[in-house]
């Protein structure tokens, strides 16, 4: 299966946004007890979560995965820290790029793959007002021409 599919669960489209994504890493996550639960029911958000490198790892912070409902003591704090999963190799190049000035690691998808949870981890670089503002008009031209597009079609 090519990186980035598999059933969808949450998506950072915030990250789209505010930053422009250079390249991209499937990453798999270390989970605790009844996590997993909740990452299948769909209870996740990326929104304000961010990836940084410590000690030669990558960790996940501000990931919110909700408690798990029928679970009892056994349940997790929904915004702890989480360690991903990623060969060497990708460690060593993610150490060398995000230590370049305005690059950060953003979680942009967390999908099911196999019956695995895995996050699709964006190398990206912020983005000025201007061009989110320029993007934004792009993708506005993009759908005038679509929806002439299809008015045409019509007749």
């Keep these: 299966m090519p990186k980035g599919t598999g059933k969808l669960v949450a998506q950072n489209k915030k990250a789209y946004h505010d930053y422009s994504i250079e390249e ?9 007890g009844t996590e997993i639960k909740s990452i299948r029911a769909g209870k996740v958000n990326l929104k304000d979560s961010y990836a940084r490198i410590q000690n030669n790892e990558i960790y996940l912070f501000g990931m919110h995965v909700s408690p798990y409902e029928q679970g009892n003591r056994y349940n997790h704090d929904p915004l702890r820290t989480r360690k991903l999963l990623l060969h060497r190799k990708e460690i060593n190049k993610l150490i060398g790029d995000s230590k370049e000035i305005g690059y950060s690691l953003v979680p942009l998808k967390m999908y099911l793959k196999n019956g695995y949870a895995k996050v699709l981890l ?13 993007d934004l008009k792009k993708k506005e031209a993009k759908r005038e021409v679509e929806r002439a597009f299809r008015e045409r079609q019509k007749m």
Excluded: N, P
């Design 24 to 32: 991209t890493y499937e990453a798999g996550i270390v989970l605790q």
């Design 122 to 134: 964006g190398l990206a670089k912020g983005k000025k007002k201007y061009d989110k503002r320029e």
